[in-house]
């Protein structure tokens, strides 16, 4: 699998670069107007670079000859496309929707999806929300520079080494994959100033892969329907990034549809002083909770539930802690969808709020959060 992780690793590397000139010349850059507080206008485009390091890393192995992954090649492209348009054009939230959608279904209809029931119907419904909040959260975790690619690794990581004790050996080689093409990424989004922002056009594409590849190792190994549950844990940190983000707005009043400076990414910065440092945190949260997913597949149902039931615990207990005083977001600017959120102080990192555009969708479908690549739409008016 070494193989995988290197091709990936170095095409990435190669392949960002060519994306940044390529965002520069033809203008696909987000710009610092209105709300956006990076100093200067950056390139878009890192979702590309990302797609080609993995589909390299894909490509090495062999993976392009097995037909029963073909869903997950279709579904990436459609994501990574349809997301690449909206940070271009500003697609609507139900054009994303319909897009996701899609791309779930067809995992399902290629045997890749959910089947914890024995109606279709319903197997299908729970494929379609598995992929949309998956694809939400990552877009969501796409806020502050290095923590979606950082936090995919990381998710990626736990699937590759779930698959490579379980099986199939080939979602390992794309699992593997995934995280190379994520640390080729991250040499220059991590920088000081960030040189790419990774985009819809990454944070849909990571989402989907690892929504897709956690039911991948689930539905060609065959394993129990209660397996579901520490498969969670695989996707820990960014489900409950999205949850505490909608238990913190609802106690708040703040609208929930839109932006704020309130994520785990926001309160952790402070107390860790570096993007980097934040980074690394939530991928090594991110990789305990993937280990604790996998010592839980083998284990008896009773096991599974009793897992489950203390994973939710600590993440209640968490969400309590970050709403307690020392890291609630503060009154103002730090709600949800105001717009006085005040420009970094010069050795800060930029963070920018996010479009209203895409905040309109429901907390199930992706949209665009305060992320840095997010859009230059202004807010209509600060949050109550």
């Known amino acids: 699998m070494l193989p995988s992780f290197i091709v990936s690793?170095?095409?990435?590397?190669?392949?960002?670069?060519?994306?940044?000139?390529?965002?520069?010349?033809?203008?696909?850059?987000?710009?610092?107007?209105?709300?956006?507080?990076?100093?200067?206008?950056?390139?878009?485009?890192?979702?590309?670079?990302?797609?080609?390091?993995?589909?390299?890393?894909?490509?090495?192995?062999?993976?392009?000859?097995?037909?029963?992954?073909?869903?997950?090649?279709?579904?990436?492209?459609?994501?990574?496309l349809v997301g690449t348009?909206?940070?271009?054009?500003?697609?609507?939230?139900?054009?994303?929707?319909?897009?996701?959608?899609?791309?779930?279904?067809?995992?399902?209809?290629?045997?890749?999806?959910?089947?914890?029931?024995?109606?279709?119907?319903?197997?299908?419904?729970?494929?379609?929300?598995?992929?949309?909040?998956?694809?939400?959260?990552?877009?969501?975790?796409?806020?502050?520079?290095?923590?979606?690619?950082?936090?995919?690794?990381?998710?990626?990581?736990?699937?590759?080494?779930?698959?490579?004790?379980?099986?199939?050996?080939?979602?390992?080689?794309?699992?593997?994959?995934?995280?190379?093409?994520?640390?080729?990424?991250?040499?220059?989004?991590?920088?000081?100033?960030?040189?790419?922002?990774?985009?819809?056009?990454?944070?849909?594409?990571?989402?989907?892969?690892?929504?897709?590849?956690?039911?991948?190792?689930?539905?060609?190994?065959?394993?129990a329907g209660t397996a579901f549950l520490p498969a969670i844990l695989l996707v820990g940190v960014p489900i409950f990034d999205m949850t505490m983000v909608i238990v913190s707005r609802l106690r708040r009043g703040a609208p929930v549809y839109k932006g704020g400076r309130d994520h785990t990414t926001h309160r952790l910065l402070p107390m860790i002083g570096s993007t980097w440092g934040v980074a690394l945190t939530l991928g090594l949260v991110q990789g305990a909770l993937s280990l604790a997913a996998i010592s839980l597949m083998d284990a008896s149902k009773n096991a599974m539930l009793a897992g489950a039931g203390v994973a939710f615990l600590l993440g209640l207990a968490t969400i309590a802690l970050l709403e307690s005083a020392p890291f609630r977001p503060r009154s103002g600017a730090a709600l949800a969808g105001d717009k006085r959120v005040p420009a970094p102080l010069p050795h800060q990192p930029s963070i920018a709020p996010p479009s209203q555009s895409l905040e309109r969708a429901s907390m199930s479908t992706p949209r665009r959060d305060e992320a840095t690549s997010g859009s230059s739409m202004p807010e209509t008016g600060p949050a109550p």
């Open 85 to 223: 348009i909206d940070d271009r054009l500003l697609l609507g939230p139900r054009v994303r929707v319909l897009a996701v959608a899609l791309a779930a279904a067809i995992l399902w209809q290629g045997d890749l999806g959910w089947t914890l029931f024995a109606n279709d119907l319903a197997n299908l419904a729970v494929t379609v929300l598995w992929v949309l909040g998956i694809v939400n959260a990552f877009n969501l975790m796409d806020n502050l520079d290095g923590a979606a690619a950082t936090v995919a690794g990381a998710s990626a990581a736990g699937i590759a080494l779930l698959a490579a004790y379980e099986g199939p050996e080939v979602v390992t080689a794309l699992g593997v994959a995934v995280c190379g093409a994520c640390a080729g990424f991250l040499h220059f989004n991590l920088t000081r100033p960030a040189r790419i922002f990774m985009g819809d056009g990454g944070s849909m594409l990571l989402g989907f892969l690892v929504a897709a590849l956690a039911m991948a190792v689930w539905r060609l190994n065959g394993m």
């Open 9 to 80: 690793y170095l095409v990435a590397v190669a392949a960002t670069p060519i994306a940044i000139r390529i965002a520069t010349r033809t203008g696909f850059l987000d710009r610092p107007v209105g709300y956006k507080a990076h100093a200067a206008a950056t390139p878009y485009l890192g979702g590309a670079a990302v797609l080609a390091g993995f589909l390299a890393g894909a490509l090495i192995y062999g993976a392009f000859g097995e037909s029963d992954l073909t869903p997950i090649f279709v579904g990436a492209a459609i994501l990574w």
